[in-house]
T-cell receptor
Framework: RKEVEQDPGPFNVPEGATVAFNCTYSNSASQSFFWYRQDCRKEPKLLMS?????NEDGRFTAQLNRASQYISLLIRDSKLSDSATYLCVGQDSNYQLIWGAGTKLIIKP | EAQVTQNPRYLITVTGKKLTVTCSQN?????MSWYRQDPGLGLRQIYY???????DKGDVPEGYKVSRKEKRNFPLILESPSPNQTSLYFCASSPRGFESIQYFGAGTRLSVL
């Protein structure tokens, strides 16, 4: 089993819709989780850290569910500019970061 | 401007010809690392460095070398590149180690023929 798994998508979503995707992780001792955004052929950039209590930044909400070992990302009122690949990051048993392969999101007008 | 700078951005080479990809950061970060990204796979760590003169293997270190003689620089060396090292490479730095936010360079797209 991969340590961090994501649905690769693509998710095709109309502009203005709400979209959510999950990421499962296998290391129950993981302490740090992140969502990064990666535009085509460019470097990943931090979108949000994921805290135990969840966190919100504008239209974006990240949640952590330790019981089921997944993190989620919710995007409300999606914009065309939200089209990107979203990378989920957890930790392995040595606490090194482990990256998911990414979920591709396409926002259509 | 705070940044991580990689060079070159694109490189086409032939099997066996040694090459170096440079990485430099101006944020005084102690932690630096190299990743490769291949289609359908997540970023995989090649090597990382917790500080000057301290380097460790990541998940896929075979065929690569690194050095950390200065805090700001962390070059990636391919002594004898092979076609399976064709990939997109990213250098990253972090202020507090592997568990915190990573700042990435723009990437180096390498093709080994």
């Amino acid at each position: 089993r991969k340590e961090v798994e994501q649905d690769p998508g693509p998710f095709n979503v109309p502009e203005g819709a709400t979209v959510a995707f999950n990421c499962t992780y296998s290391n129950s001792a993981s302490q740090s989780f992140f969502w990064y955004r990666q535009d085509c052929r460019k470097e990943p950039k931090l979108l949000m850290s994921v805290y135990s209590s969840g966190n919100e930044d504008g239209r974006f909400t990240a949640q952590l569910n330790r019981a089921s070992q997944y993190i989620s990302l919710l995007i409300r009122d999606s914009k065309l500019s939200d089209s990107a690949t979203y990378l989920c990051v957890g930790q392995d048993s040595n606490y090194q970061l482990i990256w998911g392969a990414g979920t591709k999101l396409i926002i259509k007008p | 401007e705070a940044q991580v700078t990689q060079n070159p951005r694109y490189l086409i080479t032939v099997t066996g010809k040694k090459l170096t990809v440079t990485c430099s950061q101006n944020m005084n970060h102690e932690y630096m690392s190299w990743y490769r990204q291949d289609p359908g796979l997540g970023l995989r760590q090649i090597y990382y460095s917790m500080n000057v003169e301290v380097t460790d293997k990541g998940d896929v270190p075979e065929g690569y070398k690194v050095s950390r003689k200065e805090k700001r620089n962390f070059p990636l060396i391919l002594e004898s590149p092979s076609p399976n090292q064709t990939s997109l490479y990213f250098c990253a730095s972090s202020p507090r180690g592997f568990e915190s936010i990573q700042y990435f360079g723009a990437g180096t797209r390498l093709s080994v023929l």
